[in-house]
């Protein structure tokens, strides 16, 4: 919720700060869909002896807010969608964004249509990620955070494989019988990898 020029006048006070042009090209690089986000400033701050107050806004509680919304305008999926088909996947707890729904549009595509796969963490919604039914790249929900949140196949917990995508989770499960993870990111292996063996202790 800060405006650029309270990011800039911030700044003014840093020992390294050099000019507002290079406050403003850093500011370019926050993506709210993930990476260097509102949240890295706060977490910073927070290691400089900055505290809270209660105007802080409650980010995760908005981003699950956001997330809840439009998953739950979703239909149901089912086998005919041409990604599970494509995959052989398994439509079990994936949405499909309907035409009946209001018009979401992320990084221009219109995601009518696609695969909705949610990332749970515990039975908290985080965020959501939309893969389209023919080519095409897959679409992160903006302003919302995978934090330590997965998607789960399959129902034997003795065993999980962790997996980067849902293609390859559902591969797991089939083949094994057991249950799979996917990540959504190679880089979020070893945070879902510690959140699983906290969630599930029995678990190899």
Not at 111 to 130: A, E, K, S
Not at 140 to 160: E, T, V
Request: net charge positive; hydrophobic share 35%.
């Amino acid at each position: 919720g800060l405006s650029l020029e309270a990011v800039v006048d911030w700044s003014k006070t840093g020992f390294n700060f050099k000019s507002e042009k290079d406050v403003r090209d850093s500011f370019k690089n926050v993506n709210f869909s993930g990476g260097i986000t509102a949240a890295s400033l706060f977490w910073m701050a927070k290691q400089y002896g900055w505290q809270a107050n209660l105007l802080e806004p409650n980010i995760s509680k908005k981003n699950v807010t956001h997330a809840q919304g439009i998953w739950d305008a979703g239909n149901d999926a089912n086998h005919g969608h041409s990604y599970i088909v494509r995959k052989k996947g398994n439509p079990s707890g994936l949405k499909i964004y309907p035409l009946n729904a209001k018009k979401l549009y992320i990084n221009g595509h219109d995601v009518t249509g696609y695969l909705m796969v949610p990332c749970w963490d515990n039975h908290n919604l985080q965020t959501i990620q939309f893969i389209p039914p023919g080519e095409g790249k897959k679409l992160n929900l903006p302003n919302a955070s995978f934090d330590g949140g997965y998607f789960i196949c399959g129902q034997d917990r003795s065993r999980i494989y962790v997996c980067e995508g849902i293609g390859q989770a559902w591969a797991a499960a089939e083949v094994s019988g057991k249950s799979s993870v996917s990540t959504f990111g190679l880089g979020r292996t070893e945070t879902v990898i510690k959140k699983l063996k906290l969630q599930f202790p029995g678990s190899e």
